[in-house]
């Protein structure tokens, strides 16, 4: 186990920093720069010049790399070209709101998940599996700013029990968790409707398949209970693809959905993801993409752990 976790950091490490060097070329060489945004229509040849030399955007692309990741080992990530505030705090404060959405999301679709995955694999072929089937594929096929436009219309423009956008209402001197609790809703079910579908799928396939295995027949022989084969021995065995996926999803608990935020324009991490790639924040831009590849190592890494403890047969040497 130590020997492969050696060997998957070492690949990883090393396609963190292609993608990082892919990302931080691709956004210096887009059309237009930071300047354009900052400036707005008092732009002028001579402005902008004189902002990207204020900003170290004059010196050739190559040297703005390496001095980036000098600043990187150094435990710096610059300075945001328009907000001028480091970018770590910058991150942080937004990261918050973020892992509060999101860590509710994953935990809230997990257990809808194993729930529905249950019954769609003890009813296979029958017309409750069938029933969640054709919920897992409609909703599987439409795209996350649809869900989301169709939640606000209903609940908050229709109904109007729910906020459509923001993280709290600031008609109120002191909203609390309630209001907090209340803006979390539609995000928090757009995420869980999309996850579900394909996470409860993958796991009713996997307790169909467990179901149908030797050990089944062989404990339910001796006299054990069905719950208890269900229960002890088959979900343990078929959580593996789940955590799998899982694990495959967990950068997203730090940076969100793009879209969602968006959508509803909820101040996390996506959403500023978003603003910093119209207004071309390189720093901004850069440390978020390398945040999502470390916790997509870190991710993986602990799908294995979570997986090997599962079951400890599985080998991944």
């Given at each position: ?9 070492a690949?990883s490490t ?8 892919l990302v931080?070329f691709m ?6 720069g ?6 707005g ?10 902002v990207n ?5 004059n ?14 080992l ?7 070209y328009l907000?001028?505030?480091p ?10 709101n ?6 509710v ?7 809808l ?13 029958r ?8 919920f897992?594929?409609g ?5 996350p700013?649809f ?6 219309l209903?609940?908050?423009v229709?109904?109007k ?6 993280i709290?209402?600031l ?5 609390g968790?309630?209001s907090?609790a209340?803006?979390l809703v539609l ?5 869980t409707?999309l996850?579900v ?6 796991f009713?396939e ?5 179901l ?7 404990a339910?022989?001796k ?9 002890r021995?088959?979900?343990r065995?078929a959580?593996?693809p ?10 997203y608990?730090?940076t ?11 101040p996390?991490?996506?959403w500023?993801?978003?603003r910093s790639?119209?207004s ?5 831009l ?8 470390i916790l997509t190592?870190?991710?993986n ?8 403890m599962l ?7």
């Amino acid at each position: 186990m130590i020997r492969m976790m050696a060997s998957r950091l070492a690949s990883s490490t090393l396609s963190i920093v292609i993608l990082v060097t892919l990302v931080f070329f691709m956004v210096h060489l887009t059309p237009g720069g930071p300047a354009y945004s900052i400036l707005g229509q008092k732009a002028t040849a001579a402005s902008v010049a004189e902002v990207n030399a204020r900003l170290g955007l004059n010196v050739p692309i190559w040297q703005q790399y390496f001095l980036w990741w000098w600043h990187l080992l150094h435990g710096q990530l610059g300075y945001s070209y328009l907000i001028s505030r480091p970018v770590g705090s910058l991150l942080w404060q937004y990261e918050i709101n973020t892992l509060v959405f999101y860590t509710v999301s994953i935990v809230v679709s997990t257990v809808l998940s194993v729930i529905l995955g249950l019954i769609q694999g003890v009813y296979y072929g029958r017309w409750p599996a069938k029933l969640i089937g054709a919920f897992q594929l409609g909703f599987y096929a439409l795209p996350p700013f649809f869900v989301a436009a169709m939640l606000v219309l209903w609940f908050a423009v229709g109904l109007k029990i729910l906020p459509a956008n923001g993280i709290v209402d600031l008609r109120l001197a002191n909203p609390g968790i309630g209001s907090y609790a209340a803006h979390l809703v539609l995000p928090v079910a757009t995420v869980t409707l999309l996850t579900v579908c394909s996470l409860s799928r993958y796991f009713g396939e996997a307790v169909h398949e467990e179901l149908g295995k030797d050990y089944v027949r062989t404990a339910a022989a001796k006299g054990v209970t069905f719950p208890t084969i269900l229960i002890r021995h088959v979900m343990r065995n078929a959580l593996r693809p789940l955590v799998t996926i899982l694990g495959l999803s967990f950068p997203y608990i730090f940076t969100g959905g793009v879209i969602v935020e968006s959508v509803f324009n909820y101040p996390g991490l996506g959403w500023l993801m978003w603003r910093s790639a119209l207004s071309q924040d390189y720093p901004i831009l850069i440390a978020i993409v390398l945040i999502i590849g470390i916790l997509t190592v870190l991710g993986n890494l602990l799908a294995d752990l979570v997986n090997g403890m599962l079951d400890p047969r599985a080998s991944y040497e």
